[in-house]
Structure formats: structure tokens, C-alpha cells
């Protein structure tokens, strides 16, 4: 991925839409509209260092073990013992606990600066478990769904959590994907802790073939398959009463023709796949559904290929 033995890097991790509705907490895709930025310096100090945070969030900890950029680097740090610590700088682009895969994408970005600083960088996957245990500092859980599409770029699906193994899949041809963030703060942990710890068997079954029919769906470019399976009919149902107006904003998104809607991650942030043509005018109705509740919210219509996190400046 790099030379590496850089003395500073500045890496760019994108966005992400978790679970795509039918793949809980192992499907999820890039959302290259913002994302965090990372720089990483070598310190004479050993460990990590959190210098400064700034961007769209500041009020998070400075202490390495407690921030998600800070525990992955040192998760790096202690397979590669380089000798020397490393300093972080981190711009927040993605606003927090809006389901946007924002600590994924600090994690992410902070691994990846990190990396070129190495004599000898390590590749993707080893990456993406470093940034796994970033990430489990803010949601409390080992989830892959925010940290690989971030890192690789598009819609990925990543299947094992100590040996991850990661394939990315061809997005529908001709399909945008919609994302409306309003703005309301929702914990990732607060939005997992309401989830029962046991599914209804025909529950499973559904959300099995639903999971199945849309992978198939996008290898065959089918539309169709795709609308009959893109429904998360286990976790939506339990976590939509965090999001005021989802029903409202999935029914004007599905009423304007999408293939299908649900919750970005932990939410609140709601996202759609639809049909290139129909994407301005789907994004138009589920923020108007939003403003009617008077919530300002943005909203974005962009490609679902999209590139993973990459060094801007080393
Ligand atoms: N899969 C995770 C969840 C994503 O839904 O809790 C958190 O952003």
C-alpha cells in the first residue's frame, strides 16, 4: 500500500453506511462524501500521542487507549514495535453517533497514516483487525461493518472477526445510493443495547434469504431480486423508534421509487439504494419528511463504488 518509513503521513478515510439493511454488522459501503483525516508523525516518545482533534467534533479523549484512532495505532505499534511512538492528528469530517461509521473511519485513517511511518507497512487485513480494535473502543463491540468498507472502498462484506476475510461486491449498475443524515446524536451503544439477544426463527429465515438474494442480486445486476430482498426485517424494527420520522422517511424514499430503505449503521442517518434518475427527488422527499419534524438534516446522492481510505500527503 506504501514505501513506508515516512517521519509523516496524512491519510483520508471515507464514510460508510453500515448493515445495508440486510447484513448486520458484516455488510456495509463507502460513502467518499466525507470522511476523517489522519496525520501521523514518528515520536521520540514511545506509544501513541492524540496532539490535537478538531474538524466537525472536538470533545473527544486525548488518552490513546480511550479514542479509537489512539487504540488501533496502538494495536499497530505493539505487532510492529518500531522503536518509536507516533503522534496523531485528527480532523473530524464525520459528525458523531450520526451512524455514519465515523470512529471507524478515525480508526481507519489513523492505521493507515500510521503504516507509511513503518519500515516495513503491513497489509490491508492485518489494517483492518488493528482498526477493529479501535473501533470496539467506542461501540463496544468487535463489528466490521463501518472499518472494511472504509478502508478497501465500495460495498464490502466481510465474513469472521480473528481472520476477517473481506470480498468486495459489484455494486448494481445504473444505482445510486441516498443517504440523509438529520441532525440528532444516537450512541452506537445505546442503539445496540435495545436489540434482543434472540431472533424468531422465521425471523432468521427471512433475513437469511433476504441477505442471500441481495449478494446474488448484485452480481447479476438484478433489480428486481434486489427489491424483493432489500429488508432488514430483525434489527430495523427494534432500533427505529431512536429515529423520529423513520417510518415517515422510509415511506416517502420507497413511495419515490427506491429499491429499498433502512437505517445507516446504528442510525440515525438513513439511507436508500435507488435508481440514478429517481435519486435527486428521493433525496428531496426523505429530507422534507425530516424538516416536517423541524429537523435539519443533509443529505447526499452518490455512487456506491467508491474508493477506500488513501494517503493524502506523506
Ligand atoms: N453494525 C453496527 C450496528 C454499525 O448496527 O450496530 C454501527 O455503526
Not at 429517481?278 to 423541524?294: D, E
Amino acid at each position: 500500500m506504501t514505501a513506508g518509513g515516512a517521519k509523516r503521513a496524512t491519510a483520508f478515510a471515507p464514510a460508510s453506511v453500515g448493515n445495508v439493511g440486510v447484513g448486520f454488522d458484516i455488510l456495509g459501503f463507502s460513502l467518499d462524501a466525507l470522511g476523517d483525516t489522519v496525520t501521523a508523525s514518528v515520536s521520540d516518545a514511545q506509544g501513541v500521542s492524540i496532539t490535537s482533534i478538531g474538524g466537525v467534533v472536538a470533545d473527544l479523549p486525548l488518552d490513546a487507549a480511550r479514542n479509537t484512532a489512539g487504540r488501533a495505532v496502538q494495536a499497530l505499534l505493539e505487532r510492529a514495535a518500531p522503536g518509536f511512538g507516533v503522534a496523531l492528528q485528527i480532523d473530524k469530517g464525520i459528525p458523531l453517533g450520526s451512524g455514519l461509521g465515523g470512529s471507524a473511519a478515525s480508526a481507519v485513517g489513523a492505521v493507515v497514516a500510521a503504516n507509511a511511518l513503518l519500515p516495513s507497512p503491513f497489509d490491508k487485513i492485518d489494517l483492518l483487525k488493528f482498526a477493529m480494535q479501535g473501533e470496539a473502543v467506542a461501540s463496544g463491540a468487535l463489528h466490521v461493518d463501518n472499518v472494511a468498507p472504509s478502508l478497501f472502498g465500495g460495498l464490502v462484506l466481510t465474513v469472521g472477526v480473528d481472520n476477517p476475510r473481506v470480498k468486495q461486491i459489484p455494486a448494481p449498475s445504473g444505482v445510486r445510493a441516498v443517504v440523509v443524515h438529520p441532525h440528532l446524536f444516537l450512541a452506537t451503544r445505546e442503539a445496540r443495547s435495545v436489540l434482543s439477544r434472540s431472533v424468531d426463527m422465521s425471523d432468521f429465515v427471512w433475513q437469511t434469504a433476504n441477505l442471500a438474494g441481495f449478494i446474488s442480486a448484485c452480481y447479476t445486476n438484478d433489480l428486481d431480486m434486489l427489491r424483493e430482498c432489500f429488508e432488514d426485517v430483525i434489527i430495523e424494527r427494534q432500533r427505529q423508534s431512536l429515529i423520529p420520522g423513520f417510518a415517515e422517511v422510509r415511506a416517502a424514499a420507497m413511495n419515490g421509487g427506491a429499491l429499498g430503505c433502512s437505517i445507516s449503521g446504528a442510525g440515525p442517518s438513513i439511507f436508500a439504494w435507488v435508481e440514478e434518475q429517481r435519486a435527486p427527488l428521493v433525496v428531496a422527499a426523505m429530507q422534507a419528511q425530516f424538516a416536517a419534524r423541524g429537523l435539519e438534516s443533509e443529505g447526499w446522492a452518490v455512487e456506491i463504488e467508491s474508493a477506500g481510505a488513501r494517503l493524502i500527503e506523506s
